[in-house]
């Protein structure tokens, strides 16, 4: 299984920026769909942002036009570019990986970090 590791949250002022960086070794040269999930404290996950690996991407409604997650295979890092941040963004983010297309479809995710802590204040 791929080891994902996830960094770079931290704290900002609405309207500010992060990058969140995950490092994901070994799946170039293959089928994959690597994404970024979010989730508060008794709530349920939800996805942000996925991209396969023919560079396709898709967005949650609520981030499009504000975030973007691109890929640099030659280093096996995922990023997530978080501009214009909002409030309603605080959450634990992840990084994750599944061995197949994305398909439209949140699930079907196999390997997971252990999140990192983006907190938007106003």
């Known amino acids: 299984q791929v080891q994902v590791v996830e960094s770079g949250g931290g704290s900002v002022q609405s309207g500010g920026s992060l990058r969140l960086s995950c490092a994901a070794a070994?799946?170039?040269?293959?089928?994959?769909?690597l994404g970024w999930f979010r989730q508060v404290p008794g709530k349920a996950r939800e996805g942000v942002a996925e991209i396969d690996s023919d560079g396709r991407t898709r967005y949650a409604d609520s981030v499009k036009g504000r975030f973007t997650i691109s890929q640099d295979d030659v280093k096996s890092m995922l990023y997530l570019q978080m501009n214009s941040l909002k409030p309603e963004d605080t959450a634990m983010y992840y990084c994750a990986r599944k061995y197949d297309y994305c398909s439209g479809s949140w699930d079907g995710y196999n390997d997971w970090g252990q999140g990192t802590q983006v907190t938007v204040s106003s």
């Open positions: 070994g799946y170039a040269f293959s089928s994959y769909c």
